[in-house]
């Protein structure tokens, strides 16, 4: 039973571990999603290439997250591994194997429901960010509440098309905000990166957009062709967006601004 036990404390450092590590990149500006399953894979070493994992390499602070847990991964999986044959090796029975067998299950049951719960969950993240904040010269940022993820907004790569509504058109000329829709930055299909693209930028097929707005909208805009389809959709926005933003303005008058009802 020793070697089930020394299993079961292996999984839960392993849990523990990378919670710490989704909580540090999610520290420098990783959203939670990506942070957990890029610290996952690093972990446990199925090296699994993304896009997403360019920009974590490319970041300092993230890379050294990232080596840190490759290093402990290659140790902690092989550790798991190696109780788990011993364990089942030194059984002497099937009846001992298949006792063994039910406590590993239920232990790994056990965890796999503990850190699933909600309170759980944000207990441990509440400790951890403390402490990495403490003992780290990282930072907190919680994109998901900045960006008012939480509430439909999300930020989105838009690829541009042949065809597209958005293709040969200056951002001046699209007018986006006025569908609730912001271009943060752009990239060529060179690779060429405008962080802050002028008004006077002309939008080709090739290009990507990182856009923020709502879910939808942003869904929309992706899909939208050239054409009077597309500027009928390009009208609906406009309106729908009017019709937010009204929304928007009641609500904050409502409330006031101090956050109390008057």
Same mark, same amino acid.
């Given at each position: 039973?020793?070697?089930?036990?020394?299993?079961?404390?292996?999984?839960?450092?392993?849990?523990?571990?990378?919670?710490?590590?989704?909580?540090?990149?999610?520290?420098?500006?990783?959203?939670?999603?990506?942070?957990?399953?890029?610290?996952?894979?690093? @972990?446990?070493?199925?090296?699994?290439?993304?896009?997403?994992?360019?920009?974590?390499?490319?970041?300092?602070?993230?890379?050294? $997250?990232?080596?840190?847990?490759?290093?402990?991964?290659?140790?902690?999986?092989?550790?798991?591994?190696?109780?788990?044959?011993?364990?089942?090796?030194q059984a002497g029975s099937l009846r001992t194997a298949a006792i063994r067998l039910a406590v590993l299950i239920v232990g790994l049951g056990l965890l796999w429901w503990m850190t699933s719960l909600d309170s759980v969950e944000r207990l441990l993240r509440r400790v951890i960010e403390r402490a990495l904040e403490?003992?780290?010269?990282?930072?907190?940022? =919680?994109?998901?509440? %900045?960006?008012?993820?939480?509430?439909?907004?999300?930020? *989105?790569?838009?690829?541009?098309?042949?065809?597209?509504?958005? !293709?040969?058109?200056?951002?001046?000329?699209? =007018?986006?905000?006025?569908?609730?829709?912001?271009?943060? !930055? %752009?990239? *060529?299909?060179?690779?060429?990166? %405008?962080?802050?693209?002028?008004?006077?930028?002309?939008?080709?097929?090739? =290009?990507? $957009?990182?856009? @923020?707005? *709502?879910?939808?909208?942003?869904?929309? %805009?992706?899909?939208?062709?050239?054409?009077?389809?597309?500027?009928?959709?390009?009208?609906?926005?406009?309106?729908?967006?009017?019709?937010?933003?009204?929304?928007?303005?009641?609500? =904050?008058s409502e409330s006031g601004p101090s956050g109390t009802h008057r």
């Amino acid at each position: 039973m020793g070697a089930i036990a020394s299993l079961l404390v292996v999984v839960a450092t392993s849990v523990l571990i990378t919670r710490i590590a989704t909580s540090a990149l999610v520290m420098t500006g990783v959203s939670r999603e990506l942070a957990n399953f890029q610290a996952r894979s690093a @972990y446990t070493g199925v090296g699994f290439t993304t896009n997403e994992a360019e920009t974590v390499v490319a970041h300092g602070v993230r890379r050294k $997250i990232i080596l840190t847990l490759m290093l402990l991964g290659s140790a902690g999986v092989a550790g798991a591994i190696a109780s788990l044959v011993v364990g089942f090796a030194q059984a002497g029975s099937l009846r001992t194997a298949a006792i063994r067998l039910a406590v590993l299950i239920v232990g790994l049951g056990l965890l796999w429901w503990m850190t699933s719960l909600d309170s759980v969950e944000r207990l441990l993240r509440r400790v951890i960010e403390r402490a990495l904040e403490r003992w780290t010269d990282l930072h907190v940022l =919680d994109y998901v509440q %900045l960006l008012g993820m939480e509430r439909g907004y999300e930020v *989105r790569e838009v690829k541009v098309m042949e065809g597209d509504w958005l !293709a040969y058109k200056r951002l001046e000329s699209l =007018d986006l905000p006025r569908e609730g829709v912001l271009v943060l !930055a %752009l990239r *060529r299909s060179n690779g060429a990166y %405008l962080g802050a693209p002028h008004p006077r930028t002309e939008i080709v097929p090739g =290009d990507t $957009i990182f856009a @923020y707005g *709502r879910s939808n909208n942003l869904a929309e %805009l992706e899909e939208r062709q050239a054409g009077g389809v597309g500027d009928k959709a390009r009208e609906n926005a406009v309106a729908t967006q009017q019709s937010v933003q009204t929304q928007e303005a009641k609500d =904050d008058s409502e409330s006031g601004p101090s956050g109390t009802h008057r």
